[in-house]
């Protein structure tokens, strides 16, 4: 049950929609926002209409002249002013992200360090927008190239990492000089709304970001994104919903970033170091209950060291313990509602119906909450659901290849282009894996790789762009080509 902090916390959590700088009421029934570790209510927030919608994109549009003119050493010092605001909160969000989402308290902290990351980066890519400026090739004038905004922006963020996906949206945007409205997921609206108000406090001026909570995301983004005042979209989320905005953003030819879904590979070589091959698995697979995108998804291990990785990581798979994410201790919090513990049962059931081996877990532990035990499967059948669907749950389903031509070729056999994790301590072998593996990221002998100064997407139907990095900033400028003639 929650405790008074909790209870503290969640009153200053703000209820309404931020628009144009204030808090305001929604037009629709309120969301009831539940803890997925015992099913209690949180706490009702706003619930924005279509009026609701078109309203924050009336007030991004009325602040986007001023924002876009406003110097770049001024909007990389806000940014600031909100990374040092969010270490000084950093309990609060913290403990926000568990009690609405399920994720342990040490990672929900660890979330703070990396969503805050994308406001430090950005505050510094602020003030490095360059242009070039050259010779046209005929020596018949110069050639500019500069940077503008690209304007109002559309944020859709989904509910598995609250605070890190908002930030990642919103702090390039505003470094480049764009206004947003952002629509974070039904599920977990709190933490962006407790981020709305820290952006306020940072400076962040009335309109420049606006946040909608609505529990009809189709129906009020729709109009958005028909609106030709809108320049652009930003969608973090599963690839069907990113196809079918991907379809609506086609009519107004719309500039899109779509960071979606995932299946990726994670391969271990007869010559791979296992215990650093079961670390890196243990990040990869239960971080965040195996609620991510970059979540090992197909277990692709070498025949000769197989059983001896499934038995030690059996091991330190049965050493986790369940529970609410606030308690001690706990490294596996709840999944996110009773659709996902259904799906994941679902999931291996198929597979053990296909021939699966069960090591450990494949149960729902008694009581209330939307728990499921952390699992390990072996000898997975390759038409198995486990193995083409992402699963977005703790359950690992281990294969085994012999050659490495065969271990590429499962690898890549996906529509999905995330990520791809490998442990070998051949390099020769990395580098081929380096260029044989169709993912925008790669995990060489490590479990982890996200970080605000690197370029995170995926190929395939995995998306389209990049979030961080140099390459961030460039999602939401515009270049312009001006040729001066020489007189
Ligand atoms: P989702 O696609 O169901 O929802 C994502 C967001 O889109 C939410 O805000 C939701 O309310 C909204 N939405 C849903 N249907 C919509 C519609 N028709 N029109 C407009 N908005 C709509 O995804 P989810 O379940 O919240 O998140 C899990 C998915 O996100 C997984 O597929 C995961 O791989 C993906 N993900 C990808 C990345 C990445 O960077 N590639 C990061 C995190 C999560």
Redesign the pocket.
Known sequence: MGTEREAELLNRVPDGLYIDGTWQPGTGEPIIVTDPATGRELKRIANAGVADGGRALDAAVAAGPAWAATAPRVRAEILRRAFDLLQERREDFALLMTIEMGKPLAEARAEVGYGGEFLRWFSEEAVRINGRYGPAPEGTGQMVVSQRPVGPCLL??????PLA?ATRKIAPALAAGCTVVI?????TPLTTLFFAQLLEDAGVPAGVVNVITTSE??E???PLIADPRLRKLS????????R??LRQAAEGVLRTSM????NAPFLVFADADLDRAVDGAMLAKFRNIG????AANRFIVHASVAEDFARRLVARVEALRIGRGTEPDVTIGPL?NDAAVANTEKLVSDALDRGATLLTGGFRPEGPGSFYAPTVLTDVAADSDLLRQ?I?GPVVGIVTFTEEDEAIRLANDTEYG?ISYVFTENIARGQRMIAGLDTGMMGLNTGLVSNAAAP???VKQ??LGR?GGLEGIHEYLSPKYTLIPAS
């Open positions: 859709i963020t989904p509910w598995n990492f996906m629509k974070p997921a039904e599920l995301s189709a009020v983004s729709a969608f973090t989320g599963s690839t069907g919903v990113g079918a905005l960071e979606l879904g995932g609620q991510a995108c970059t996110v992402e977005f995330l995170f997407g995926g995995s998306g979030e």
